[in-house]
């Protein structure tokens, strides 16, 4: 049985930044990982380290460490820095001000404050109406899809670490870490198993009462050119506790939630639920729902309602409609097809379109939605056989005042 100074289970960021700690201090160390590579959250995120806009204090100095490490593997490791520093762009004056209340700080130093001409100078992309920003030299960022598989190999190669891959760790006992080719002596342990904690640590997961979550990414084509540094806006000051903590960010946090519309803006309402309903093809749920929020504007879309009412059928789907304010129908492609769908979706697919004149009673529409989306039946039924099935099934109720939907169940025959 192979002995270690240190065993690692994960080979995601967390598992190598351990790996990388030990082994600098000369310890043997080796790291076990379930799959080929790493491909959870640590592949899945946008690569930036970020330290204006941390909190003060610790979680800064934190921040500022992270930088000084990965500015250094970088260079060891060969790992590409796509960015560094980063522009906070400030849309409107709340954000201006907190930028400006962030620049004459601690936090502060070493960032500038650009005017609006500078801004546009310096990025000429920008939306002409933003107001200023501020730079910060601090930040860098990797392509975390690149990074981890280089960093992974660099401290092979370098500092002796022992991979093995696609090998699932079956649990310790003391200094004793059995896994799926055997066993491993270990003076101390590690555990960074990202988003299989609930599988490895059952009990642990429910103690502390772990839940995951999703950040959703997108890839963009390349527009032709190259940012300075990774962009932020207004937003980004309300979550960001450094930013946040300004006087004038606060009117920016009340805002945040708020429901408003940008002029000359749009929606693409069908072609997101298209891509989400199509996507839901690959999820094994037993109920499926879309339940988009949606105020009056231009759509921009190039699908047909009923395409979209087809794939929500197809694929078992309910759409649920929150309308907000009054809806315009006009025979713009876009606008035509919305105005169709609002009324084909919910009817079709079993769920329903909900109506509100402000957004002062969004809260109280989505908790009746939560409740009757809770409170479901599944209704099993038979029919005679046929060499023809029927083309739809239709739900209603016996009982005078009661509105009844429903969505065939998803699963091999609606399992």
Not at 90 to 110: C, N
Request: net charge positive.
């Amino acid at each position: 049985m192979a002995t270690f100074d240190l065993v690692v289970v994960g080979a995601g960021i967390v598992g190598l930044a351990h790996a990388l700690a030990a082994a600098r201090r000369g310890l043997r160390v080796a790291v076990l990982e379930r799959d080929p590579c790493a491909t959870s959250a640590s592949v899945r995120n946008f690569g930036f380290v970020t330290v204006s806009g941390q909190d003060g204090g610790a979680t800064r100095r934190r921040a500022l460490r992270s930088r000084e490490i990965w500015a250094q593997v970088a260079r060891e490791a060969v790992i590409p820095v796509h960015q560094q520093g980063a522009v906070i762009v400030a849309q409107r004056l709340p954000a201006l001000s907190a930028l400006e209340e962030f620049a004459s700080g601690e936090m502060g130093k070493g960032c500038e404050l650009w005017d609006a001409p500078t801004l546009r100078a310096r990025l000429p992309q920008v939306n002409p109406k933003a107001l200023g920003a501020l730079w910060s030299p601090h930040e860098l960022r990797v392509e975390a899809r690149d990074a981890i598989p280089l960093l992974a190999r660099w401290l092979e190669d370098k500092l002796g670490v022992v991979f093995s891959w696609n090998t699932i760790a079956l649990g310790f006992d003391g200094t004793t870490v059995a896994h799926s080719a055997g066993k491993l002596s270990a003076g101390a342990v590690v555990i960074a198993p990202g988003a299989s904690v609930s599988t490895f640590a059952p009990d642990l997961a429910r103690r502390v009462n772990v839940r995951q979550c999703k950040l959703q990414m997108m890839r963009l084509a390349n527009p032709g050119f190259t940012l300075p540094g990774v962009v932020m806006t207004d937003l980004s000051l309300a979550r960001y506790e450094g930013f946040a903590v300004q006087p004038s960010a606060v009117r920016l946090k009340d805002a945040v939630g708020s429901l408003f519309s940008t002029p000359q803006s749009g929606m693409t309402l069908l072609d997101g639920i298209f891509e989400t309903v199509s996507g839901l093809q690959r999820r094994e749920t037993p109920r499926a729902v879309v339940v988009p929020v949606i105020t009056d504007g231009v759509e921009f879309t190039t699908h047909y309602f009923r395409d979209i009412v087809n794939t929500l059928v197809k694929n078992r789907v309910a759409l649920h409609m929150v309308t907000i304010g009054p809806f315009y129908h006009d025979e713009e492609h876009g606008t035509r097809e919305r105005s169709f769908l609002l009324d084909a979706g919910p009817r079709e697919s079993g769920g329903q379109r909900i109506t509100l004149l402000s957004a002062h009673g969004l809260d109280g529409a989505m908790e009746k939605l939560a409740k009757e989306l809770r409170a479901q039946y599944k209704v099993v039924y038979s029919r005679p056989e046929s060499l023809i099935p029927p083309d739809k099934v239709t739900v209603a109720a016996g009982k005078s005042g009661l509105t009844v939907r429903g969505t065939e169940a998803r699963g091999e025959n609606g399992a």
